[in-house]
Structure formats: structure tokens, C-alpha cells
């Protein structure tokens, strides 16, 4: 099956930890993004990616850090400096055909909670 | 700049129809989308449209799109309990491939 896999479901962080996402596609698509989700905000992008080796900050980057370093995988790591990380994080995929008709997929997503 | 904006709650009866409202500001919006969010979910796209569009159906769903005024709606026939979920609309902007998302319209539907 193709699709977008995220993991953990859950993911548990004390004060001063950094902890990392996992986000894997077996799409073939180029494109990566991060997105977080508050109640009542929406979706907001935190950091997104068109090809290997390469990702642009969104409308919140600070506190998180990315790497692409394969196609099928991008990781989003919340740093200590992320002061309200506790959220629900989704991770999408498209082509990365910009200006043309470009669905994103979307994982299950990752509930973030600080102990 | 861009901006998204959504009706945050709609409620109605099983088997009646639903609108979902979503205006935008980018007049350069090449295409925009319908999102559905089921609870504890991702997203999943339920249809799309091209700015150069008027309407498009689908089953069920009617997409409208008055590109002079930048409204979008978004019409559900014969609404289901199943149909209960977070409802985004979302532009993309021609030469970009990211989407700027509205904040969300929760539907209730009730038996």
C-alpha cells in the first residue's frame, strides 16, 4: 500500500528534551511538509521540503529542526527551545509540481504531550 | 498577504444539505481544495478545483467558486452522519507548491 506513515502516535516530552518525529512516504513524491495543529488554528507550516537535501522554513520554524537527507524521509526534531510544543504534528507529501495541481497527502499525524 | 477564513461550526439534520463557506484573499490562487479532518486524523482530500472553474460536482459534493468576490463553498448533499468531521479549504498560489490552510469548519450532523 502507498501511503504516509508517522510515527509514534504518541510521543511523551520532559522540559529541556528534544524529541523527533518520524515521517516516511512511499509515494515517490519530492515534496515534504510539517504541519502543526492547535484547536481552532487551523494548520500552520512548520518547515517543508521540495527535493533531497534541501527544505525551506514555514510560518513557524523557530524551536524545530528538519533534515532530508532521502527522498521517503523527512523528520522533524522540537527542540527545547520550542517553549509550547505540545500540539498534534502532521506530515504531508505531494509531487512538487509548483503551479500546477498539487494534492497533498497526509499522515495519521503525531500527538506531541510535555510531562 | 494570504488569509483563509472559515465559518467555524456548522450543524444540521441527516438528509438535509450542508454549505461549508471559505473566503480568500490571494487573487493569484491558482487552485483550491476541500479538506475533510475526521477526529484523532489526518486530512484527506475531497476535491479540488481550478481557478479558472465555476463549479465542479462530484457525487455528492458541489464545489462553487466566485473568483470575483474569492468565495468558495462548499455543498454536501443528503449529509450523513458520517460526513461529521473538520472541513478545510485551502489556495495554492501559482509558482509555489505549499497550500495555506483555513482554520477549519467543524460539521455536526445529527440524526
Known amino acids: 500500500d502507498g501511503g504516509i506513515t508517522q510515527s509514534p502516535k504518541y510521543l511523551f516530552r520532559k522540559e529541556g528534551q528534544n524529541v523527533t518525529l518520524s515521517c516516511e512516504q512511499n509515494?515517490?513524491?519530492?515534496?515534504m511538509y510539517w504541519y502543526r495543529q492547535d484547536p481552532g488554528q487551523g494548520l500552520r507550516l512548520i518547515y517543508y521540503s521540495q527535493i533531497v537535501n534541501d527544505f525551506q522554513k514555514g510560518d513557524i520554524a523557530e524551536g524545530y529542526s528538519v533534515s532530508r537527507e532521502k527522498k521517503e524521509s523527512f523528520p522533524l526534531t522540537v527542540t527545547s527551545a520550542q517553549k509550547n510544543p505540545t500540539a498534534f504534528y502532521l506530515c504531508a507529501s505531494s509531487l512538487g509540481l509548483a503551479g500546477a495541481q498539487e494534492t497533498q497527502y497526509f499522515g495519521p499525524g503525531t500527538r506531541l504531550l510535555v510531562l | 498577504g494570504e488569509d483563509v477564513e472559515q465559518s467555524l461550526f456548522l450543524s444540521v439534520r441527516e438528509g438535509d444539505s450542508s454549505v461549508i463557506n471559505c473566503t480568500y484573499t490571494?487573487?493569484?490562487?491558482?487552485?483550491l481544495y476541500w479538506y475533510k479532518q475526521e477526529p484523532g486524523a489526518g486530512l484527506q482530500l475531497l476535491t479540488y478545483?481550478?481557478?479558472?472553474?465555476d463549479m465542479k460536482q462530484d457525487q455528492r459534493l458541489t464545489v462553487l467558486l466566485n473568483k470575483k468576490d474569492k468565495h468558495l463553498s462548499l455543498r454536501i448533499a443528503d449529509t450523513q452522519t458520517g460526513d461529521s468531521a473538520i472541513y478545510f479549504c485551502a489556495e495554492s498560489i501559482g509558482g509555489y507548491s505549499t497550500l495555506t490552510f483555513g482554520k477549519g469548519t467543524m460539521l455536526l450532523v445529527s440524526p
Open positions: 509515494l515517490n513524491h519530492d515534496a
Open positions: 478545483i481550478f481557478s479558472n472553474m
Open positions: 490571494d487573487s493569484s490562487s491558482t487552485y
